[in-house]
């Protein structure tokens, strides 16, 4: 648990809390009005810059804890809030409320900053309320968290429609995937193989004091999340940041040495990088219709060192691109809601409508439909998605295998799967994985 109130940077950052706590609640603003979080935190940096590095790492913390809580601190602000709250101050309300419940900030400062922020972002009457309904809320913590516990968006923090949808595609896991999502996600790594072994890496982890374990083939578990730029050699390409699941992608689509792959929805390019760094003498056609993102794609590969040949292009549209030259194998990371990574982007699960699911899965069919007519006979198709809704995992095997009577389903093994499914848990974030296979023509 952070404690926002002090930091390496000392008690001059920490008199300025208060700024942190108004940044925040105006970026939650836009967030909840709409917007995704990693856009708004990036249109905002210049300003979080501004504030100094401890205070930018609390506004960011302030945010995603507030968005992993969000129908939780609702629930437990309702009652103490008699009439229509401005909106600013609602969030601001909940910014503090996240403190008081989730961090080691002393409750005085937090109070106290945020009465000081209410003044600054609506007007200085505010902040008696601000204050009643914060000392209100330290007051009657035990009850109303009681009470929030009582409704399924209070207990678990997503909205109504997800819960249900999340019970009834698991039956089993549905508490725990539910209850993960409020945690802070893991801190993993690849090593890339072309330089050297897990292990080799491991060693350079231990020696530059960062704790770390082996997770995957090339898979390493950080204990503690640090930046980037600490990490042994990785503007030299050593290693990148990607989850242990979306790892399992280059394995199990197992590319060999001298075989054509196509990489339909590569940006920002991991799995790519990945397909790359694990075979040697690989053709890979990386395909993403968002040229913004395709330039990701494009610097992921440099740093790395790594050649693919990359389009920007609709990969439904194969006139658009594809020269005629089948596939061995193909990789389609598809465009999905997202709902197995919300732990990384807490945002997701209030920005998704309960109509995404089945209009993204027709997104799927209909990309996987026309990808299929370039996968040579006897060819692999990996279908990935990062969702826990069944309409883009199951559902989505059994509408293609019924259009498509030259396709054989094989559901990856190992211990992580339990039907194409990899679960949430402190390791691993939630993936569906479907491998494929085309067929051969008969001789
Ligand atoms: C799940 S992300 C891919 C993540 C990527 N494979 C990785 O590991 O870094 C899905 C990507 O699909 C792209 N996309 C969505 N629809 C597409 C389409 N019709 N054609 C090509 N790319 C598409 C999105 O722009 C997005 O970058």
Not at 7 to 29: D, F, I, N
Not at 61 to 72: W, Y
Not at 144 to 164: N, V
Request: proline share 6%; with cysteine.
């Amino acid at each position: 648990m952070p404690d926002h109130a002090t930091g390496e940077t000392g008690q001059v950052q920490a008199a300025q809390l208060y700024l942190a706590q108004s940044k925040a609640a105006q970026l939650l603003l836009s967030v909840l009005g709409g917007r995704s979080l990693d856009a708004v935190l990036a249109e905002a940096d210049p300003d979080l810059i501004a504030l100094g590095r401890h205070l930018r790492a609390v506004c960011r913390d302030l945010c995603f804890g507030v968005l992993r809580h969000h129908g939780r601190l609702k629930a437990v602000l309702r009652p103490l809030l008699q009439k229509e709250t401005q909106p600013i101050l609602g969030a601001l309300l909940e910014v503090a409320a996240y403190q008081l419940l989730y961090t080691r900030t002393a409750p005085h400062a937090v109070v106290d900053h945020a009465v000081r922020a209410a003044g600054a972002l609506a007007h200085p009457a505010v902040g008696g309320f601000v204050n009643a309904v914060l000392r209100g809320l330290q007051r009657r913590r035990e009850e109303l968290e009681l009470a929030a516990d009582g409704t399924p968006e209070g207990r678990f923090s997503h909205p109504e429609w997800w819960i249900r949808r999340i019970r009834r595609d698991h039956p089993q896991h549905w508490r725990d995937i539910l209850t993960i999502a409020q945690q802070h996600p893991p801190f993993t790594l690849r090593v890339n193989s072309r330089l050297q072994s897990t292990e080799q890496y491991l060693a350079k982890l231990v020696d530059a004091g960062l704790p770390a374990s082996r997770i995957g083939v090339h898979a390493v578990l950080l204990e503690t999340a640090c930046p980037v730029e600490q990490l042994p050699g990785f503007a030299e390409g050593w290693v990148s940041v990607q989850d242990a699941s979306a790892q399992l992608a280059a394995e199990l689509l197992d590319a060999q040495p001298g075989e054509r792959v196509l990489d339909a929805c590569a940006a920002p390019g991991g799995k790519t990088a990945h397909l790359l760094e694990r075979t040697t003498d690989l053709h890979v056609v990386a395909l993403d219709h968002d040229a913004h993102r395709l330039a990701r794609v494009e610097q992921t590969l440099a740093r790395l060192q790594l050649q693919a040949e990359l389009h920007c292009a609709d990969a439904g549209r194969l006139d658009d691109w594809w020269d005629g030259q089948p596939f061995d194998r193909i990789l389609l990371d598809a465009p999905c809601t997202g709902s197995g990574v919300t732990r990384r982007h807490p945002d997701i699960r209030w920005l998704r409508h309960s109509g995404d699911p089945a209009r993204l899965a027709d997104t799927q069919r209909q990309l996987a439909g026309a990808l299929w007519r370039t996968l040579k006979p006897g060819g692999t198709l990996l279908y990935v998605t990062c969702s826990l809704f069944a309409e883009e995992g199951p559902g989505f095997v059994q509408s293609f295998l019924a259009n498509h009577p030259d396709a054989i389903h094989t559901p990856p093994a190992g211990a992580v799967f339990s039907d194409g499914w990899v679960l949430p848990d402190a390791r691993h974030d939630g993936f569906f994985y479907a491998s494929l296979r085309r067929l051969p023509v008969p001789a």
